[in-house]
């Protein structure tokens, strides 16, 4: 699929592990460089987002990254679990969102929400019935792209990367 800007939007195959890995790392960097220290933060890529662990990620069929290219180039992606219920919450047949990262060169052009638009496609023609996520209480610009998409806060937890901790919001809407 793509958008009147010239975006390509597709769901990511085993092939893309490289790309995946190098855009997961370079955009969390890219969030996180103000707020975390520089080895909590390669602790966190290094655990998350090296090659084996994307390549074992694109395999689970309970997994399904959505990635968006501008010129054959990954720019930004999201990633969609199957089943996974949040801690200390039983949710109506669960689907998490994670990891709505767009390159800061791209932000702006609402590419997040045509990311979101295609997860709730894929959830709702899977049968999902709620759809969750966890979002750092600072993120406002996120927070206001969820909120248009109707996500509400139902709880809080602690979102944890090396030392550094943050309390992230936990939202949810019905599908």
Known sequence: MSDDLGFLYRLANANDFIAVSTLAAETFRESWTEEGNETDIDQYVNDNFIVGKIIEELADANITYVIALHNDEPIAYLKLERNLMPDNYHLEKPV????????????????????????????????????????????????????????EKFGVHRFVMGTAGSDDYLMMKKI
């Open 96 to 151: 998490s969102v994670s990891r709505v990262y767009v390159r800061k060169l791209y932000q702006g052009k609402q590419i997040g929400s045509v990311l979101l638009d295609q997860a709730i496609a894929i959830a709702k023609k899977e049968k999902y019935k709620t759809m969750w996520l966890g979002v750092w209480n600072q993120n406002y610009n996120a927070l206001r792209l969820y909120e248009r998409f109707c996500f």
